[in-house]
């Protein structure tokens, strides 16, 4: 059994954001097997493991931005598929 995540898997969920590369919250759930609400609880309860530069969140543009780009890339298989909340955006720092 192996828990090492492959760097395709990786690499398809990094998109670009103010000029880093960063993965969004609900990529990180995904890749970790866990709901994106773990993944921000865990940001919020422990801020001392995410300092500044290592995980920011989008504004209200930015998400409603991607929002769409994620609505036109996936088809919606119902209600509840993407948060109503900004995103969460991890750098490379934050992820690991």
Known sequence: MSNVVSYNNVQDKIVQLN????ILDYAV???YGVETRVVNQAVKNNP????SGYVF???NQQS???RSKIL???E????GKHSKYNYKAFTE????
């Open 19 to 22: 000029g880093q590369d960063v």
């Open 29 to 31: 759930a995904d890749l």
């Open 48 to 51: 001392d493991k995410f300092p």
């Open 57 to 59: 969140e989008l504004d």
């Open 64 to 66: 409603a931005n991607l």
């Open 72 to 74: 036109t890339l996936n």
């Open 76 to 79: 919606s298989s119902g209600t």
């Open 93 to 96: 720092k934050g992820i690991l």
